[in-house]
Each structure stands twice: as C-alpha cells, then as structure tokens.
C-alpha cells in the first residue's frame, strides 16, 4: 500500500527567506505526486503535481518540487516566502490505476514571521 | 465555476442521529470521493465511486455509507452519529483520462460535530 510521510509537523519562517517542505513516500512503482495548500477554513488547493518527464516540477504560486525516486522524496520549494504562504500543506501520492485515490500525508503547518 | 460543492458547512448533531451529507460536482468527472480530516492525521478516505452507480470502501468506511445514484451527486450517510465521527469532511472528484488521472478538486468542507 502507498503511504507519505510529512517528517515536519510545523515550520516557521521569516516573510522573504526560502522555503523547503520535506515529503516522502512509499510506492511500488513510479507514483503520481501531489502537493496541496490548504488555507484556513478552506478546501485543499492544488499546487503542483508529477505525473511523469521532467522531475523538477514548477506550480503556482512560486512553489516548485522535485522527485527524486532514489530518496522517495518529493520536497517543495519557494526562493523567498509570502506572508499569504501562511497555511498547511499537504503531500500525497497517487496510483496510477484503480480507484486513483490520493494518500495524504499529516501535514505541514507553515508560519510566516514579518 | 461551481466546481464541487458540500451541504451543508456545518452541522451539529447529538449522538445517534443520523445524517447526510450532499456532494455535488458540475465538472462530468466520474470519479468522486469521501474524505475525513482530523488534526495531525491527514486526509483519510471514507468511500469512493468510480462511476454512477458505484461505491466501494476506503480506509475508514466503518459508520459511514455512500450512494452514487446520480453521476453528479456522491452523498454520504451517518445513520447512527458517534463523538469519534466528529471531524471536517471533504468531497473530491477527479476526471477520468491519463492527463487528469489522479488530480483531486476538492469542496470546501463540511464540519461535523457530535456531541
């Protein structure tokens, strides 16, 4: 069975320093992989996602990610952060057949210091 | 865009009541699912359905049911609420095709609380 792994529960960073959010998973072939925002009160929003081809993958917002399958990672990245970056993130990994629902990591609570 | 939308928001019930909640979606994808999240775990999957008709369980199925009667609509029944189904719930859908396999669109929530 897939599953992710999100090693930090919470990240605080000043408002225009960079931005690396960890995520790894388990998978027995090549995986979707998704990062969600999820801002408060609100649904999950897409970021970004690898589904194949090039493995540094750009999003909106700023955010990029990159798949690295000898370490199972897929960590996101922004150069310098927003205080409207504040919110939860979530990494998931996807089958690439069958029901194609996503598994979800815990999540990262991401705060931005002025 | 209405995308996909949850009724109600928010919702209290007391403990064995019985419920449901209406999932609705405008974007033709015959994929939908039942998410639950509570702090620290993540999304977990309740129930999903492929296509109209269909329904099968997730992670959590336990206390919950699903019909898909219609192609747009996935609703999701409590029929005996319970404090530990205390929770914000997520519908999503996805489209079928290699480009879009995969990628959920998400409503806005639903919070339940049962006391």
């Known amino acids: 069975a897939q599953s992710v792994t999100q090693p930090d529960i919470h990240i605080t960073v000043s408002e225009g320093a960079s931005l690396e959010l960890r995520c790894n998973y388990s998978?027995?072939?090549?995986?979707?992989l998704f990062w969600y925002v999820q801002s408060p009160g609100q649904g999950l929003q897409l970021l970004l996602k690898?589904?194949?081809?090039?493995?540094l993958v750009q999003g909106i917002k700023g955010f990029e990610a990159e798949f690295k399958r000898s370490q199972s990672s897929f960590n996101l990245r922004k150069p310098s952060v927003h205080w409207s970056d504040a919110a939860e993130y979530f990494c998931?990994?996807?089958?690439?057949?069958?029901?194609?629902?996503?598994?979800f990591g815990s999540g990262t609570r991401l705060q931005v210091q002025p | 865009n209405a995308g996909v939308t949850q009724t109600p928001k928010f919702r209290v019930l007391k403990t064995g009541q019985s419920m449901t909640l209406l999932c609705a979606q405008d974007?033709?994808?015959?994929?939908m699912y039942w998410y639950r999240q509570d702090p620290g775990m993540g999304l977990r999957l309740i129930h999903y359905s492929v296509g109209e008709g269909t329904t099968a369980k997730g992670e959590v199925p336990d206390g919950y049911n699903v019909s898909r009667l219609k192609k747009q609509n996935f609703l999701l029944g409590l029929e005996s609420a319970a404090p530990s189904q205390t929770s914000v719930y997520f519908c999503?859908?996805?489209?079928?095709?290699?480009?879009?396999?995969?990628?959920?669109?998400f409503g806005e929530g639903s919070r339940l609380t049962v006391l």
């Open positions: 999503a859908s996805s489209p079928t095709g290699t480009g879009g396999a995969g990628e959920l669109f």
């Open positions: 998931a990994v996807g089958a690439h057949t069958g029901r194609r629902a996503l598994t």
């Open positions: 690898y589904f194949s081809g090039d493995t």
């Open positions: 998978y027995g072939a090549t995986p979707y």
């Open positions: 974007m033709n994808h015959e994929y």
